[in-house]
């Protein structure tokens, strides 16, 4: 047996559930969007790393290309140096300290 007052009951009910359903949808929706934006930060983020990876990968192979330069450089001054001190030695200049 069904009272009369039970009718708008089911129906309040109903339409509490209703909005309260709205409300899980539109915050699912919300969230969503973060997180779509959020990826887009993220994805951008990442080019940007990639970048400085190869910006650092292009730096190292200059910085070892340098060394090695400077490290022909200082063996080409040993040796003059070595020769200035033969050709001192030579004309009795001595050795150089």
Known sequence: MST????NDVQHLAAEAGRLFGLYHEQ????Q?????ENERLR???GRLDALQTE????NHDNDRLR???DELLAAFSRMA????QVRQSRGGGVTG
């Open 4 to 7: 009369p007052g039970g009718s």
């Open 28 to 31: 699912v929706d919300r969230l």
């Open 33 to 37: 969007t973060e997180q779509a934006q």
């Open 44 to 46: 951008a983020d990442l």
């Open 56 to 59: 650092i990968a292009r730096i």
């Open 68 to 70: 090695a330069e400077r």
């Open 82 to 85: 070595d020769l200035v001190d």
